[in-house]
Nanobody, 122 residues
Framework: QVQLVESGGGLVQAGDSLRLSCAAS????????MGWFRQAPGKEREFVAQ????????YYADSVKGRFTISRNNAKNTVYLQMNSLKPEDTAVYYC???????????????WGQGTQVTVSS
């Protein structure tokens, strides 16, 4: 059974940093493209960042580019999201997701975590 478990969320002030982690099990982690998404109250889920199988390529939403960094450790089956210079508009539930390369071409993700809440106060 595939499990993606996020951790590291919390309540912070604007300008602070947080690092989210997502531990994967039940799959061959290095075979999956990993992504972070978020959903704010009353809004649709949106893409945040994506990282390739070996970590060599990363992609970011314009809204987080330059502030967030996605990384992965295939030996630990874990993907990270370092979030710096946080803004109130970053407040959301953050989800990690895993996609095979074929699914990723279509923008589809195969597995999702339960999410972790990030709240940024002004």
């Amino acid at each position: 059974q595939v499990q993606l478990v996020e951790s590291g969320g919390g309540l912070v002030q604007a300008g602070d940093s947080l690092r989210l982690s997502c531990a994967a099990s039940g799959l061959t982690f290095s075979n999956y493209i990993m992504g972070w998404f978020r959903q704010a109250p009353g809004k649709e889920r949106e893409f945040v960042a994506q990282i390739s199988l070996n970590g060599g390529s990363t992609y970011y939403a314009d809204s987080v580019k330059g502030r967030f960094t996605i990384s992965r450790n295939n030996a630990k089956n874990t993907v990270y999201l370092q979030m710096n210079s946080l803004k109130p508009e970053d407040t959301a539930v953050y989800y990690c997701a895993a996609a095979t390369p074929r699914a990723a071409i279509s923008g589809n993700y195969d597995y999702w975590g339960q999410g972790t809440q990030v709240t940024v106060s002004s």
